[in-house]
């Protein structure tokens, strides 16, 4: 008995023991989202392994130099690849025997007297006053000139004389070859002479007789000097006349004038220099596909094991799945500390497991779309077009495709992850060609910038112009940090088309290929956003836009229903729109809440003050409670037409929380005053508040903060009988307070700062609004008096 006892309470105890444990574990597990980090270990590998697994013919080998071989040890690819035998003072000599290539202008020395002579002359007839201004000389001249040199040139008086001068100066150039430089007599100089194309070619000694640069602006300074020293001929020289700090600095100013006339050719220099190099195919290894590299029985000897190393480095072999493993472990550690940093700081941003599963599909998606492209159909394309080089088909793959979609769908935070996490892939995937992944990144992130506001569809344009420019210049970026020349290891493509192009070719081709590129991804973007909104039931800026159009069924009716309540939406609109401008909020969505916000008074519109215009109020003819009942049910029945028309949950939320769990205190006090009666059917203390106060919740968001002081604020001056400036401001004012003390902005991601900068921003809007026009002579005759107006409008204010 004693025994079963004992067994009976050691039982209860390890229960007991089991559930404390469990308890601590969930508790231990919720404390540190180690359930996240079980489901980033999951995204991870999935992720990792599609970055990894090779879906091509994989080569291994582990043979070394004199090793014998057991097999025949084919190659998998064919390709071709220099000797790297071939020395570098080779090549070097081989580009020496190579002539550089100058262009010869024959009117530079006339364009210098045209300048002088166009210079003097426009600063004649430019008033005395400026004859010493630095700015305006230099701006003539095209080089920068002192005030000491402006002041000495002014005192010429800028005549003929002065502009005579050059003549004497420059003669002695005629005919003689300038350049920028001296040029080594070593080598040997092409020039070619105007657009008839003959040359001129110039080596050793023959190379001194051009004079550079320097050297002809001394030789001016020199002859200018020479021709003052002409006694015979003084008194006709130009220079008679002048001071000796005159004449020299004219010569100084004149001598800067002098510009090279042979002009060093890139283009034509590069290509002759690529076409040699391509026409020495003495020392290319050539390898078929199929071709044995070392057949079995033989040993590894040195072109073999040059020709297994390239084919390594020219094809991504199969990880193991150890390596799979561990990457993954290292990827979903990183992914889970950037989940708890989210959380702890961002907590918002990881609200509903919608977001999170839509991301990581799309990120999953588009890596497995974007190395199906750039290992197979780009090959595929590439194919027909060999004369394009093929950093063009690479960069025209639309990168930015996934972080425009979130961002899109729905928000920054998101989309700047999704955009690291897919330029991480792409580095990973392309191993040497990992620069492309720092290109992924940059497009992705500006292009999420661009897409930060898009208010206009034309902007949603200009956003993907913008990213098209971003991703062009990127290209070019990461085309000069590989050299012109795609990494052979990146093993994207299986033939190299870009072999025989010139340098400009590539940089053209590359800037059109990233800028098509990016275009691709906002056109794929807009075009693909709508089908996953209306399938996920997002809303975008794109169906903001859409709904934002006055065409729209709901709007259609609350302009024919109530078109005092569509009135004041509007206004309502045009202040959110001008607050979330000066706060940074997004001014479309809000905007667009607030057309929306009062579609619950469609129904009833009869029963809102805006829309009783014959001086009938049906509130007078029911019970408080009813008209709070009345009142209160617009939010509910505009969410359920909001939801009926799919506006999204967006919008919905404007509906739901512009009037928070405010009371409606008119219809409140007016049930206490009817129960405090002695002939009232209802005691006092049945008239109880909760019965007049909305549903709520309260405002969450930034924006939809706005749209509940806007509504407020607009409702309140509209009643306001002489709306002056003073009285506007002092509403406005009233309003935020009261908003401050009932607590209505309790919950809402809005700053103290931010709320001063929405109220500056009504009270701008509302004076605009209300200004005072100028009374016209007898436009009052005929009316009602004023004391019959005031009570006409005292008259109407029972549902505000």
């Known amino acids: ?108 020395l006339s364009h210098t007297l045209k300048r002088w002579r166009e210079g003097v002359t426009q600063m004649r007839a430019k008033p005395r006053s400026q004859w010493a201004n630095p700015e305006i000389l230099s701006q003539v001249f095209g080089f920068s000139i002192s005030k000491e040199e402006a002041k000495a040139l002014a005192s010429l008086k800028w005549d003929r004389e002065l502009e005579r001068s050059i003549s004497f100066a420059v003669g002695s150039l005629w005919d003689q070859k300038i ?156 992914l889970w500390l950037v989940v708890l940093f989210l959380r702890e700081n961002f907590p918002k941003s990881l609200q ?41 088909f690479l960069f025209l793959i639309p990168v930015a495709l996934p972080a425009m979609m979130i961002r899109l769908l729905i928000h920054l935070p998101f989309a700047s992850i999704v955009g690291v996490f897919f330029a991480v892939s792409a580095s990973v995937l392309f191993d040497e060609g990992a620069a492309f992944g720092a290109h992924v990144l940059v497009v992705s992130l500006m292009s999420v910038h661009f897409l930060k506001h898009c208010p206009t569809r034309g902007s949603l344009h200009v956003a993907g112009f913008k990213s098209a420019a971003v991703s062009g210049l990127s290209s070019l970026a990461i085309l000069s940090a590989w050299s012109g020349t795609l990494p052979s290891s990146m093993g994207v493509f299986q033939f190299e088309s870009f072999g025989t192009q010139s340098l400009m070719v590539k940089i053209l081709w590359t800037f059109f290929g990233g800028f098509v590129g990016g275009w691709l991804s906002s056109a794929l973007a807009l075009m693909l956003t709508p089908l996953f909104e209306s399938v996920l039931d997002y809303t975008t800026d794109l169906k903001l836009l859409e709904l934002a159009r006055m065409d729209n069924p709901l709007l259609k009716d609350l302009v024919l229903k109530a078109p005092g309540t569509y009135h004041h939406s509007i206004v309502v609109g045009s202040l959110v729109e001008a607050a979330c401008e000066a706060v940074g909020a997004n001014a479309l969505l809000a905007r667009v809440g607030s057309y929306y916000h009062d579609i619950g008074k469609i129904g009833r519109s009869e029963y809102f003050v805006e829309n009783q215009s014959n001086g009938r109020n049906p509130h007078d ?168 107006t005031l009570a006409f409008i005292s008259s109407r204010r029972t549902s505000e």
């Not at 559930?19 to 992720?47: C, G, N, P, Q, T």
């Not at 350049?179 to 023959?206: C, H, P, R, V, Y």
């Not at 078929?288 to 040993?299: D, F, M, N, S």
């Not at 197979?376 to 004369?387: C, I, K, Q, T």
């Open 1 to 108: 008995m004693q025994s079963s006892q004992a067994h009976s309470k050691l039982k209860a105890l390890g229960e007991k023991s089991s559930r404390r444990l469990l308890r601590m574990m969930a508790l231990f597990i919720k404390r540190w989202h180690l359930d996240e980090l079980a489901i980033s270990f999951v995204f991870s590998f999935l992720l990792v392994a599609m970055i990894r697994y090779d879906v091509r013919q994989s080569f291994h080998s582990e043979l070394k130099l004199g090793q014998i071989s057991e097999i025949n040890l084919r190659s998998p690819i064919d390709f071709e690849f220099e000797d790297p035998t071939l020395a570098f003072d080779d090549k070097k000599q081989i580009l020496n025997r190579v002539a550089q290539v100058f262009d010869y202008d024959q009117e530079s």
């Open 179 to 334: 350049s920028e430089q001296n040029l080594d007599t070593q080598n040997m100089i092409e020039i070619l002479t105007g657009e008839s194309g003959k040359s001129q070619f110039l080596k050793g000694e023959e190379l001194r007789s051009v004079m550079s640069v320097a050297e002809a602006r001394s030789l001016v300074e020199r002859a200018g000097r020479l021709e003052v020293s002409r006694k015979h001929d003084r008194e006709k020289s130009p220079w008679a006349t002048w001071s000796e700090l005159q004449r020299s600095l004219v010569l100084k100013v004149q001598a800067r004038l002098i510009r090279a006339n042979l002009v060093f050719n890139t283009k034509e220099n590069e290509r002759r220099r690529t076409q040699v190099l391509a026409e020495y195919q003495a020392q290319k290894i050539r390898v078929e596909k199929g071709e044995i590299v070392v057949r079995a029985g033989e040993r590894m000897n040195v072109r073999s094991e040059l020709i297994v190393n390239e084919i390594l480095k020219r094809q991504n072999s199969s990880p193991e799945r150890k390596r799979i493993l561990f990457e993954s472990l290292f990827a979903s550690f990183f």
């Open 352 to 392: 509903g497991r919608k977001n999170n599963i839509v991301c990581a599909g799309l990120l999953l998606t588009s890596v497995a779309c974007f190395k199906l492209t750039s290992l197979f159909m780009m090959n595929v394309v590439a194919e027909y077009f060999r004369n394009i080089p093929a950093t063009f």
């Open 621 to 788: 003819a029911i019970s408080p409670h009813m008209s709070a009942k009345i009142i209160i049910s617009h939010v509910k029945e505009g969410i359920k037409m909001a939801e009926s028309a799919k506006l999204g949950d967006s919008l919905i939320e404007f509906i739901r929380t512009h009037h928070g769990n405010a009371l409606v205190s008119f219809f409140y006090n007016k049930a206490k005053q009817e129960a405090a009666q002695p002939s009232s059917r209802i005691e006092l203390n049945e008239v109880h508040e909760a019965d007049f106060r909305y549903p709520g919740p309260k405002p969450v968001s930034k924006e939809a903060a706005i749209v509940s002081l806007a509504d407020s604020c607009e409702a309140a001056t509209r009643s306001l009988v002489e709306p002056t400036p003073a009285r506007i401001d002092g509403m406005v004012k009233k309003i935020i307070s009261k908003a401050f003390n009932e607590g209505l902005l309790d919950e809402a991601e809005i700053t103290l700062r931010e709320v001063n900068l929405v109220g500056v921003a009504f009270i701008r809007i509302l004076l605009g609004i209300h200004h005072n026009r100028i009374q016209y002579h007898n436009q009052e005759e005929g009316l009602p008096p004023k004391e019959n």
